[in-house]
């Protein structure tokens, strides 16, 4: 990774610029040592309005960003707890993560 880190170039896309924030493209463009340039543009992000996240992608996203600070169990048990907060009488009762189990509510 850190020898291709000299390698990559970062640009402004002047076409993504003008259509932000109503849009919020990219495009990646890869040049091989042959000199082929491939390249491919995504208009939206994945969770913007338009390209929604599903609930199993939005709950994978959390436990693959929380475990490695709380840990697999702890982010099980509190990714339960968010699931279902809508039953708690008030989100004070969500506990810090090293009692995340003795939580009000468990799956």
Known sequence: VRA???RVE?????AAEAAFPAMRAA???????SGQVHRYRQPTR???P?????DADIDAKFRMLASPVIGGDATAALS????????????ALIPETETVANCP???
């Open 80 to 91: 339960a707890v968010l699931w279902r907060v809508d039953e708690l009488e008030s989100v």
């Open 4 to 6: 291709m880190m000299g």
């Open 46 to 48: 994945r969770g913007d």
């Open 50 to 54: 338009d390209f929604p996240m599903s």
């Open 105 to 107: 509510i468990q799956s």
């Open 27 to 33: 495009e990646v463009a890869i040049t091989t040592r």
């Open 10 to 14: 970062l640009a402004l896309d002047p």
